[in-house]
Each structure stands twice: as structure tokens, then as C-alpha cells.
């Protein structure tokens, strides 16, 4: 059976600048990043396909009460690091993990460092997030990766 061509959104995620004084986080703007790539039909999965981890999928996962949640989740919860702020550093960091068909998060990395400082508080409130609303392809719970940027900056 031919594979279809499918075009979605890998990462949809808004990002929030963080500074030393958390009340002043803000939505920075949303970024959507688009590939293409050939995907099977989860109908088409065989068993040793079972753990499959799609990148493209037809429902994205979803942080529980969406992105507004989400944001909410991360301005409550990120700790500008003591160490960071006393060196001045700042940086975007954006970390991949994957969302498990339970809604659980695994396989956390970061893609893109801004300081091993930043990318350990970053690792840590990602490792701390609720279980989230799994993504679906032809109507199947499935695995999936989320790419979420988080940017960190000292307010003068």
C-alpha cells in the first residue's frame, strides 16, 4: 500500500520569555514549523510498530487545558537560576521530548542550548509536567515528539 504524503505542524508551540521578575512573563509569539514526511497508516502498523514515535500526526498532543495552560504551567513553575542570574546569562533553549500514548513524557533532550545552566531548569520543569493529552492518527492514540522553546531573559 503506497504511504500517503502528509504536510502538519511539527511544533506549535508559543514561546514565553522568562525574566528574573516571573510577573512579567509574557507570550513572545508562536512559531510553527512544517514538514513533510511519508507516514504509515497506523492500520498499517505491525505489531513491533506498537511504540512507533510519529512526528507527524492528524490531532497534535496537547498540554491539559491547551497552550494558555501550558504557558500558565511554565510561568508558575520555571525558577530563573540563582547561578544564571548572577552570571547575566540568557538564552532560548528548546527541548524535544516525547509525549507517550498514556500522555507521558519521555525521551527529554535539548536541541538547542543557550547554557547548560539554563537547559538543566529547562530539562527540570519539562520532567515535572502533567500527563498530557496524547496525539492521534486515524483516530489511534499514538506517540509523538513536541519541540517546546523556552526563552530565557533578564528584565533590566
Given at each position: 500500500?503506497?504511504?500517503?504524503?502528509?504536510?502538519?505542524?511539527?511544533?506549535?508551540?508559543?514561546?514565553?520569555?522568562?525574566?528574573?521578575?516571573?510577573?512579567?512573563?509574557?507570550?513572545?509569539?508562536?512559531?510553527?514549523?512544517?514538514?513533510?514526511?511519508?507516514?504509515?497508516?497506523?492500520?498499517?502498523?505491525?505489531?513491533?510498530?506498537?511504540?512507533?514515535?510519529?512526528?507527524?500526526?492528524?490531532?497534535?498532543?496537547?498540554?491539559?487545558?491547551?497552550?494558555?495552560?501550558?504557558?500558565?504551567?511554565?510561568?508558575?513553575?520555571?525558577?530563573?537560576?540563582?547561578?544564571?542570574?548572577?552570571?547575566?546569562?540568557?538564552?532560548?533553549?528548546?527541548?524535544?521530548?516525547?509525549?507517550?500514548?498514556?500522555?507521558?513524557?519521555?525521551?527529554?533532550?535539548?536541541?538547542?542550548?543557550?547554557?547548560?545552566?539554563?537547559?538543566?531548569?529547562?530539562?527540570?520543569?519539562v520532567k515535572n509536567m502533567p500527563k498530557w493529552?496524547?496525539?492521534?492518527?486515524?483516530?489511534?492514540?499514538?506517540?509523538?515528539?513536541?519541540?517546546?522553546?523556552?526563552?530565557?531573559?533578564?528584565?533590566?
Open positions: 500500500m503506497k504511504k500517503e504524503l502528509l504536510l502538519l505542524s511539527l511544533m506549535a508551540g508559543s514561546l514565553l520569555a522568562y525574566s528574573a521578575d516571573q510577573k512579567n512573563a509574557s507570550p513572545v509569539r508562536e512559531e510553527v514549523i512544517v514538514a513533510t514526511e511519508e507516514m504509515p497508516r497506523t492500520e498499517d502498523m505491525g505489531e513491533e510498530d506498537e511504540d512507533q514515535v510519529f512526528v507527524i500526526v492528524e490531532k497534535k498532543a496537547e498540554f491539559p487545558g491547551g497552550q494558555k495552560k501550558l504557558m500558565e504551567y511554565l510561568r508558575e513553575n520555571i525558577k530563573y537560576p540563582e547561578k544564571a542570574l548572577d552570571k547575566s546569562l540568557e538564552g532560548r533553549v528548546y527541548v524535544k521530548f516525547t509525549i507517550k500514548k498514556d500522555g507521558s513524557i519521555d525521551e527529554i533532550k535539548v536541541i538547542r542550548s543557550a547554557d547548560p545552566i539554563l537547559d538543566e531548569e529547562a530539562i527540570r520543569v493529552i496524547p496525539a492521534q492518527h486515524n483516530g489511534k492514540d499514538v506517540n509523538s515528539t513536541y519541540t517546546l522553546p523556552i526563552t530565557f531573559h533578564i528584565k533590566s
